[in-house]
């Protein structure tokens, strides 16, 4: 089994429920950054491939997979959990600083998702 998973437009949302939880490192071939990183995440995703599977996706290869995420930079980092975005993170990262990413996001409690205080008006704004 790799340890890094590549993946395209028709098979990333088996990939995810395939493999739960996942990072999910939206990157492109022509991207400096990404290249600099591809060592520490390969190291990262193969201290850790027990506990989470590392998906790599190419932006340009994949195009609607990107646009649904709005990445708008790449390297970009998504840690999904049960198929859904759990958080996400744009720029380069050590392989300390991707187990921190994902300890912080994994262990912490979930929270629920913020809704707006009925008890205040909606203000409408017609530019």
Known sequence: M???????EGDFEATLVAHNPALVDFSASWCGPC?????ALEAF???RRDSLAVVKVDI?????IAARYSIRSVPTLMLFKNG???AMQAGMMSETQLDRFVDE?????ERPIAQQDPARPQIKLDW
């Open 2 to 8: 790799p340890a890094v998973f590549h993946t395209s």
């Open 35 to 39: 290249r600099a990183m591809a060592p």
């Open 45 to 47: 995703a193969k201290r």
């Open 60 to 64: 340009d290869e994949a195009p609607g």
């Open 84 to 86: 859904k975005p759990l």
């Open 105 to 109: 996001h994994l262990l912490a409690p």
